[in-house]
């Protein structure tokens, strides 16, 4: 098993700015996601975050607005640029062999006002 | 038609009863299956795989019927513990994953 460290837990933030999650894993891993989880709603997958190369993005979410990171194998980092009040949301890393036998991180909780 | 599709709930339960939820998906091409628990305000965590053959793990067994196309879980002796919010998860291949919206348990003393 793997612990991901994610930051912050929680933030308010103006509409018009960006804010960068960051996840820490403990150890190596081969796969990192990241999902957003409105209110009520099932997981979304973003994209996958690639070490050394761009992210893999799923259909809807592209990389202005959600531009990844992942410098090496336990770290990545997601940014909501331009926010809107449609991006308040959970937003989730996960990291682990697979992306369904993955851990998670504790998440993000972002209102945008 | 939704990919992945389970009963929201809410399933009140007493300590000790027997529960099961179930979940459909839509793409017969799907490999592999999981049940995910999540807890209120909490990130998911992976409860258990969900093989062909039927699994069981203490309380809980998970069952997958490929004819119909669905899923189960199946909790024994429900305790207070249990409590939480069920996800269904199905992989269709290329590591395209697909959560179900939960269903939520809520067993009550």
């Known amino acids: 098993s793997a612990v991901i460290s994610q930051k912050p837990s929680r933030d308010i933030c103006q509409r018009g700015t960006s804010l960068t999650i960051q996840c820490q894993v403990d150890?190596?891993?081969?796969?990192m996601f990241w999902y957003r989880q409105q209110p009520g709603q099932s997981l979304t997958l973003i994209a996958t975050?690639?070490?050394?190369?761009?992210?893999?993005?799923e259909s809807g979410f592209v990389i202005d607005k959600f531009p990844i990171s992942r410098p090496n194998l336990t770290f990545s980092t997601l940014t909501v640029s331009n926010m809107s009040p449609e991006d308040s949301s959970i937003y989730l890393c996960?990291?682990?062999?697979?992306?369904?036998?993955?851990?998670f991180g504790q998440g993000t909780r972002l209102t945008v006002v | 038609r939704k990919e992945v599709e389970q009963d929201p709930g809410p399933f009140n339960v007493p300590e000790g009863a027997t529960v099961a939820f179930n979940c459909t998906y839509s793409?017969?091409?799907?490999?592999?299956f999981f049940w995910y628990r999540q807890d209120c305000r909490k990130e998911p965590k992976l409860l258990m795989s969900?093989?062909?053959s039927g699994n069981e793990d203490g309380r809980f067994t998970a069952q997958l019927n490929r004819a119909s196309q669905y899923i189960s879980l199946l909790i024994r002796d429900s305790k207070l513990s249990d409590s939480a919010t069920y996800l269904c998860?199905?992989?269709?291949?290329?590591?395209?994953?697909?959560f179900g919206t939960g269903t939520k348990l809520q067993v009550i003393p």
């Open positions: 996960s990291g682990g062999r697979t992306n369904t036998e993955a851990f």
């Open positions: 150890s190596q891993v081969t796969m």
């Open positions: 975050a690639n070490q050394g190369s761009e992210a893999t993005y």
């Open positions: 793409n017969s091409a799907s490999q592999s």
């Open positions: 969900v093989y062909s």
């Open positions: 998860v199905v992989e269709g291949g290329y590591q395209k994953v697909t």
